[in-house]
């Protein structure tokens, strides 16, 4: 037998016996708003109410944006 065959046949049953015995990549679950971790003030701490564009040496976050998910929908045309 050629030897160029016997090495492609070698190649084939490995990379073969390669994609079977890999390992089965999981999905990742979607981030949740309990794995941020926001730092937000106590009942009672003063706010500062600040207009237009300030530099704080700190800062608290009183809310945020809404955490859900839709599907986006397009159109392709008229």
């Not at 065959?5 to 490995?14: E, F, K, W, Y």
């Not at 390992?23 to 981030?31: D, F, L, N, R, S």
């Not at 003063?46 to 237009?52: L, T």
């Not at 809404?66 to 986006?72: A, C, I, N």
Request: contains cysteine; positive net charge; proline residues 9%.
């Amino acid at each position: 037998m050629n030897p160029i065959v016997v090495q492609l046949i070698v190649m084939v049953a490995s990379m073969t016996i390669s994609y079977l015995t890999r390992p089965k990549a999981q999905e990742p679950k979607p981030a949740a708003l309990s794995d941020f971790e926001l730092p937000v003030p106590d009942e009672g701490t003063p706010q500062c109410v600040i207009f237009g564009d300030c530099w704080t040496q700190d800062w608290q976050v009183l809310s945020f944006g809404r955490f859900r998910t839709s599907k986006v929908k397009t159109s392709s045309g008229k």
